[in-house]
């Protein structure tokens, strides 16, 4: 009896398991069960959910990891960053905050012909800085250093990856998160996909576009999103990098965040802005910032579709 959702977001808190307290009773033998016996997770539970790293002597970062059945010689590896609500030592919350779990679908999995997944978690949020508050990109964070770390060791500790088709995006933290490792190692990533980026342009020289103007990025927002504002985030950085002569940089830019699945909200229900990321994980995203569709070699693609075919001749 589906009552409510088992997980659920506080701006206080994020995203957490919720805590309902049951006493179920068989009225003919008056038997009782009262003790939960575990949760079903069908996606999820194709996940390892017992990675930690420890980076120095102080920080230790949980992580989920999946890895394709129908192996090859080598296969890709697709990172996914998390949100701000999703931090802790939980890695089930960061694979199903924002539904990142997906990645290991059939559906997506079949676009790449199998794929490696990491997904890293925060033990607070990717944006922190020093004093123990946001950075939007003025001053460091304390996390890349690590992150880097880590997803370099998990490269190193599963041979079967190809180091040629490293992937990774995330959403608002994990958003700026990602464009952060861009701009850090530029030579290290096949390509990069972000959904509502937390980044303020502002704090991006002209130096640091010359950089990441050659790696492959898709960039996923909508318009009216209050929080990562796309006229301070996405828009400058996307038309700065065309500017600088970018060939492979894409833009889906939504008026809306809708329910795609018309059983939320119901038919034509528009989410909070922010949620972007709805649309990625479904592998929707097609058209570019003009409004034409996304094409590889003459066809059009989706933005798993475009990544799965990016690739870089840079030694890991």
Same mark, same amino acid.
């Given at each position: 009896?589906?009552?409510?959702?088992?997980?659920?977001?506080?701006?206080?808190?994020?995203?957490?398991?919720?805590?309902?307290?049951? $006493?179920? *009773?068989?009225?003919?033998? =008056?038997?009782?069960?009262? @003790?939960?016996?575990?949760?079903?997770? +069908?996606?999820? &539970?194709?996940?390892?959910l017992k990675g930690k790293f420890t980076f120095g002597d102080k920080l230790t970062m949980s992580y989920a990891s999946f890895a394709p059945s129908n192996q090859k010689d080598k296969s890709?590896?697709?990172?996914?960053?998390?949100?701000?609500?999703?931090?802790?030592?939980?890695p089930t919350t960061a694979l199903l905050g924002n539904k990142a779990a997906n990645y290991a679908s059939e559906a997506i999995q079949s676009v790449f012909d199998g794929a490696y997944i990491l997904v890293p978690q925060s033990p607070t949020f990717w944006m922190q800085n020093s004093?123990?508050?946001?950075?939007?990109?003025?001053? $460091?964070? *304390?996390?890349?250093?690590? =992150?880097?770390?880590?997803? @370099?060791?998990?490269?190193?500790?599963? +041979?079967?990856? &190809?180091?040629?088709?490293?992937?990774?995006?995330?959403?608002?933290?994990?958003?700026?998160?990602?464009?952060?490792?861009?701009?850090?190692?530029?030579?290290?990533?096949?390509?990069?996909?972000?959904?509502?980026?937390?980044?303020?342009?502002?704090?991006?020289?002209?130096?640091?576009?010359?950089?990441?103007?050659?790696?492959?990025?898709?960039?996923?927002?909508?318009?009216?999103?209050?929080?990562?504002?796309?006229?301070?985030?996405?828009?400058?950085?996307?038309?700065?990098?065309?500017?600088?002569?970018?060939?492979?940089?894409?833009?889906?830019?939504?008026?809306?965040?809708?329910?795609?699945?018309?059983?939320?909200?119901?038919?034509?229900?528009?989410?909070?802005?922010?949620?972007?990321?709805?649309?990625?994980?479904?592998?929707?995203?097609?058209?570019?910032?003009?409004?034409?569709?996304?094409?590889?070699?003459?066809?059009?693609?989706?933005?798993?579709?475009?990544?799965?075919?990016?690739?870089?001749?840079?030694?890991?």
């Amino acid at each position: 009896m589906p009552i409510s959702s088992p997980f659920q977001y506080s701006r206080i808190k994020g995203n957490q398991w919720v805590d309902y307290q049951f $006493n179920i *009773i068989n009225h003919k033998t =008056l038997d009782v069960w009262r @003790k939960s016996s575990g949760k079903i997770m +069908p996606l999820v &539970d194709q996940f390892d959910l017992k990675g930690k790293f420890t980076f120095g002597d102080k920080l230790t970062m949980s992580y989920a990891s999946f890895a394709p059945s129908n192996q090859k010689d080598k296969s890709p590896l697709i990172i996914w960053l998390h949100g701000g609500g999703e931090g802790g030592f939980d890695p089930t919350t960061a694979l199903l905050g924002n539904k990142a779990a997906n990645y290991a679908s059939e559906a997506i999995q079949s676009v790449f012909d199998g794929a490696y997944i990491l997904v890293p978690q925060s033990p607070t949020f990717w944006m922190q800085n020093s004093q123990g508050s946001y950075t939007t990109g003025k001053v $460091n964070d *304390i996390y890349n250093d690590a =992150l880097m770390a880590l997803i @370099k060791d998990f490269v190193q500790s599963n +041979p079967k990856i &190809d180091a040629s088709r490293i992937y990774i995006g995330g959403c608002s933290n994990g958003g700026y998160m990602t464009l952060k490792l861009l701009l850090l190692h530029p030579d290290y990533f096949a390509a990069a996909y972000i959904s509502s980026l937390a980044y303020q342009a502002e704090y991006i020289s002209d130096e640091d576009m010359q950089k990441i103007k050659n790696i492959p990025i898709w960039f996923v927002h909508s318009k009216d999103d209050e929080t990562t504002k796309p006229d301070q985030t996405v828009l400058p950085v996307y038309h700065r990098l065309m500017a600088a002569g970018a060939k492979n940089v894409h833009f889906s830019f939504y008026d809306h965040v809708n329910d795609i699945t018309n059983l939320y909200g119901g038919k034509g229900y528009i989410y909070p802005g922010h949620w972007s990321w709805v649309y990625l994980h479904e592998n929707l995203p097609r058209q570019d910032f003009n409004g034409s569709l996304v094409k590889v070699n003459g066809k059009p693609v989706t933005i798993m579709e475009w990544m799965s075919s990016q690739k870089t001749n840079s030694k890991k």
